[in-house]
């Protein structure tokens, strides 16, 4: 049984060491392998895809999983479909094969997952087809522009910080608040009714809750795309 490893800086795959063989990955501005070069320096397999990830061309026989999104993780199962972490990418038909995942980040607009699949009859027919389109879409229907790296948030690539980090940011920081809340509500405690404490406590605490939906606001108008609307795009 052959042993394939891999050799992975910051996140991203640079090369592959399969049956006694090295590979380095050669990619495009999104991510995605377009060439495998042997330590010679020989190209012996590229790539070329269509722009929701199905392969356009190929040449050589490395079976390499790493292609379409390759250098970012991106694992293609089979032809028709690449895991991404979060969920899996249906290159054939340009969509993710399961919905957004709850990912912490506020809607910023009437047509949310969450309303697609509580009230699907609230919904005209050609919202619940917008809904179904946004809740599914792959790289803000922009993949010659967009990438999305864990399958929770699009974001344009570079080395700017995504939206899961910003997100992230922001639990981090309701998290110590609620943390510096208990520890003052302990100090209150020893001198000072109940009462007064517990109004301290819930004001502290939901002051953090605050505070958290105003900086997930602000990292999803950072972040993430406008969305579309029947007049063209929203801010």
Known sequence: ???????????????????????????????????????TGTITDTFTYWPYGEERTRTGTTPTPFRFGGTLGYYRDDAGRTYVRARALAPRSGRWLTPDPVTGLPDLGPLTARTLRTD??????EDRATAGREIYGYAASNPTSWQDVDGRAPAKPGPSKSANQCR??????????????????????RSSPAAVCD???????SGAAFAKMGCLLNCAKKFLPPRKSKGGLKA
């Open 168 to 189: 992230k940011a922001c639990e981090d920081a309701e998290k110590n608040a609620r943390q510096k809340a208990k520890a003052e509500d302990h100090v209150c405690r």
């Open 120 to 125: 699907p009859d609230s919904l005209g027919r």
């Open 1 to 39: 049984m052959s042993i394939t490893r891999y050799t992975v800086a910051n996140g991203q795959i640079l090369a592959e060491g399969r049956d006694g063989g090295a590979r380095r990955y050669a990619a495009d501005p999104l991510g995605s392998t377009v060439a495998l070069v042997n330590p």
């Open 199 to 205: 109004a301290a406590l819930c004001l502290a605490e």
